[in-house]
Protein backbone atom coordinates (compact mmCIF):
# COMPACT_ATOMS: atom_id res chain seq x y z
CA UNK A 1 0.00 0.00 0.00
CA UNK A 2 3.10 2.31 0.49
CA UNK A 3 4.47 1.30 -2.41
CA UNK A 4 0.97 2.64 -4.26
CA UNK A 5 1.41 5.63 -2.66
CA UNK A 6 4.81 6.82 -3.75
CA UNK A 7 3.88 5.54 -7.45
CA UNK A 8 1.06 8.02 -7.08
CA UNK A 9 3.27 10.49 -5.62
CA UNK A 10 5.72 10.20 -8.39
CA UNK A 11 3.19 10.44 -10.99
CA UNK A 12 1.77 13.56 -9.43
CA UNK A 13 5.00 14.85 -9.70
CA UNK A 14 5.39 13.37 -13.09
CA UNK A 15 2.23 14.98 -14.37
CA UNK A 16 2.57 18.36 -12.92
CA UNK A 17 6.64 18.23 -14.23
CA UNK A 18 5.23 17.51 -17.47
CA UNK A 19 2.59 20.64 -17.33
CA UNK A 20 5.25 22.69 -16.28
CA UNK A 21 7.68 21.63 -19.08
CA UNK A 22 4.25 22.03 -21.68
CA UNK A 23 4.19 25.36 -20.48
CA UNK A 24 8.03 26.12 -20.43
CA UNK A 25 7.68 24.87 -24.14
CA UNK A 26 4.56 27.11 -24.83
CA UNK A 27 6.72 30.61 -23.77
CA UNK A 28 9.44 29.50 -25.27
CA UNK A 29 7.96 29.19 -28.61
CA UNK A 30 6.50 32.52 -28.10
CA UNK A 31 9.73 33.95 -27.53
CA UNK A 32 11.17 32.22 -30.39
CA UNK A 33 8.21 33.69 -32.45
CA UNK A 34 9.39 37.21 -31.30
CA UNK A 35 12.58 36.69 -31.55
CA UNK A 36 12.04 35.63 -35.13
CA UNK A 37 9.72 39.12 -35.82
CA UNK A 38 12.53 41.30 -34.08
CA UNK A 39 14.92 39.38 -36.15
CA UNK A 40 13.13 40.09 -39.53
CA UNK A 41 12.09 43.98 -38.79
CA UNK A 42 15.60 44.59 -37.57
CA UNK A 43 17.32 43.72 -41.40
CA UNK A 44 14.42 44.87 -43.06
CA UNK A 45 15.63 48.25 -41.20
CA UNK A 46 19.12 47.80 -42.02
CA UNK A 47 18.05 47.08 -45.58
CA UNK A 48 16.07 50.45 -45.54
CA UNK A 49 19.18 52.24 -43.83
CA UNK A 50 21.47 51.22 -46.85
CA UNK A 51 19.04 52.45 -49.36
CA UNK A 52 18.76 55.46 -48.17
CA UNK A 53 22.48 56.10 -47.63
CA UNK A 54 22.70 54.40 -51.19
CA UNK A 55 20.77 57.74 -52.29
CA UNK A 56 21.77 59.91 -50.46
CA UNK A 57 25.57 59.62 -51.40
CA UNK A 58 24.56 58.24 -54.85
CA UNK A 59 27.95 56.39 -54.53
CA UNK A 60 29.98 60.06 -55.26
CA UNK A 61 32.50 61.79 -53.86
CA UNK A 62 31.45 65.38 -52.68
CA UNK A 63 34.48 66.62 -55.59
CA UNK A 64 32.13 64.78 -58.33
CA UNK A 65 28.95 65.96 -56.65
CA UNK A 66 30.29 69.59 -56.79
CA UNK A 67 31.17 69.35 -60.44
CA UNK A 68 27.53 68.06 -61.58
CA UNK A 69 25.92 70.64 -58.97
CA UNK A 70 28.65 73.15 -60.69
CA UNK A 71 27.57 72.44 -64.30
CA UNK A 72 23.63 72.44 -63.83
CA UNK A 73 24.14 75.87 -62.46
CA UNK A 74 26.41 76.95 -65.42
CA UNK A 75 23.67 75.64 -67.81
CA UNK A 76 20.88 77.69 -65.92
CA UNK A 77 22.86 80.29 -66.17
CA UNK A 78 23.17 80.30 -69.60
CA UNK A 79 19.68 79.81 -70.33
CA UNK A 80 18.85 82.32 -68.55
CA UNK A 81 21.57 84.82 -69.99
CA UNK A 82 20.18 84.23 -73.46
CA UNK A 83 16.43 84.91 -71.93
CA UNK A 84 18.04 88.75 -70.63
CA UNK A 85 19.87 89.25 -73.95
CA UNK A 86 16.61 88.72 -76.26
CA UNK A 87 14.50 90.95 -73.57
CA UNK A 88 17.52 93.60 -74.18
CA UNK A 89 17.04 93.53 -78.13
CA UNK A 90 13.20 94.05 -77.36
CA UNK A 91 13.86 96.56 -75.08
CA UNK A 92 16.33 98.40 -78.05
CA UNK A 93 13.43 97.46 -81.01
CA UNK A 94 10.35 99.21 -78.49
CA UNK A 95 13.07 102.42 -78.31
CA UNK A 96 13.24 102.28 -81.90
CA UNK A 97 9.79 102.34 -82.20
CA UNK A 98 8.94 105.25 -79.91
CA UNK A 99 11.83 107.28 -81.98
CA UNK A 100 9.44 106.76 -84.86
CA UNK A 101 6.39 107.13 -83.56
CA UNK A 102 7.66 110.68 -82.00
CA UNK A 103 9.33 111.36 -85.74
CA UNK A 104 5.90 110.68 -87.36
CA UNK A 105 4.06 112.51 -84.60
CA UNK A 106 6.07 115.25 -85.62
CA UNK A 107 5.71 115.04 -88.84
CA UNK A 108 2.12 115.09 -88.85
CA UNK A 109 1.91 118.26 -86.59
CA UNK A 110 -1.41 118.81 -85.43
CA UNK A 111 -3.03 116.70 -88.69
CA UNK A 112 -5.87 114.94 -86.97
CA UNK A 113 -6.41 112.47 -89.83
Do not use: C, F
Not at 8 to 29: C, I, N, P, R
Not at 35 to 54: D, G, M, P, S, Y
Request: aromatic share 2%; net charge neutral; proline share 2%.
Amino acid sequence: MKAVKELEVQMSELKEAKEKLAKLEVSYDKSKITVAEKTREIKALENKIKALEKDLTLHKNPAEIKTILWTKIGQSITDQWQSIQMIHEQIELIEIARVEIQKARESLGNMPE
